[in-house]
């Protein structure tokens, strides 16, 4: 974020103009709280830098961007992983090369689990595949919820650090 739109973020907030631009950071300084756990619900990473930034600032309040962060991010890895459990017996019946796949997650998931779903968040783009594929693997659903919500809260400190570090940088 350039100082300019700091500067124009800033008034905006401060009078109550809508933005005028439609991207991240003027829409979540905007609307604010809503727009942020609907934005990590649905994939995250910007909305949660852009909430970083302007908690920095100021403009959002530290405890409730990251626990609002937390619950949306938290609730889409939920049910992506949930849908996969829904569905993981319709792949089989479409191809015999499907039923090779559920083996090899498991597989995969017996070697590698808690790397795989503590770090699954920051494989950028994969944050909905790899809860939905987790899912159609059969994962226990309390396992998976416990060690999301570890991974999801190392992703959502991390990413608000390297968002406070950024506007440090930038001012």
Request: aromatic share 12%.
């Amino acid at each position: 974020m350039t100082d300019e739109l700091v500067v124009m973020l800033d008034h905006a907030i401060r009078v109550g103009i809508p933005p005028s631009t439609m991207n991240p950071e003027s829409i979540l300084a905007f609307y604010g709280y809503g727009v942020l756990f609907v934005g990590t619900l649905l994939e995250g990473e910007t909305f949660l830098l852009s909430a970083a930034v302007l908690a920095y600032l100021g403009h959002l309040e530290w405890p409730t961007a990251v626990a609002t962060a937390f619950a949306g991010a938290y609730l889409g890895d939920q049910v992506c992983f949930h849908l996969g459990r829904a569905g993981r017996r319709l792949p089989v019946t479409l191809s015999p090369r499907w039923r090779r796949r559920p083996s090899s997650a498991h597989r995969l998931l017996d070697r590698h689990q808690i790397k795989i779903l503590l770090g699954y968040r920051f494989l950028y783009g994969l944050r909905s595949a790899i809860p939905f594929a987790i899912g159609a693997a059969g994962f226990r659903s309390l396992q998976f919820a416990f060690l999301s919500a570890i991974g999801t809260g190392i992703w959502v400190g991390t990413t608000c650090l390297a968002g406070a570090f950024l506007t440090e940088i930038w001012r």
